[in-house]
Nanobody, 119 residues
């Protein structure tokens, strides 16, 4: 089993930046991909960004491409989401996910979520 703990959410004005962290623990050798998803009130879940642990390949959702950057620290088993040029429409609960396969389809392990509010 893998445990995921997110941190770094908060409130920020439009145009500002935040960095989210997701620390994985437990059976981390069993996962090959980690990703960030978000869900705003009344909306469906949206894939934000994904990263492959071994190869380092990264993928982004259309609405955040060019503004957000996903990265990893393999020593700390932590994935980061640097969010720049934030917009009010980025307001959502952000969740970290981990597993194997295509990043948009990850659903095996989830964190508890961290709220991001952009005004």
């Amino acid at each position: 089993h893998v445990q995921l703990v997110e941190s770094g959410g908060g409130s920020v004005q439009a145009g500002g930046s935040l960095r989210l962290s997701c620390k994985a623990s437990g059976d981390t050798v069993s996962i090959d991909c980690m990703a960030w998803f978000r869900q705003a009130p009344g909306k469906g879940r949206e894939g934000v960004a994904g990263i492959y642990i071994k190869g380092g390949g990264t993928y982004y959702g259309h609405s955040v491409n060019g503004r957000f950057t996903i990265s990893q620290d393999n020593v700390k088993n932590t994935v980061y989401l640097q969010m720049d040029s934030l917009k009010p429409e980025d307001t959502a609960m952000y969740y970290c996910a981990a597993g194997s396969g295509w990043w948009l389809l990850l659903d095996k392990y989830w964190g508890q979520g961290t709220q991001v509010t952009v005004s």
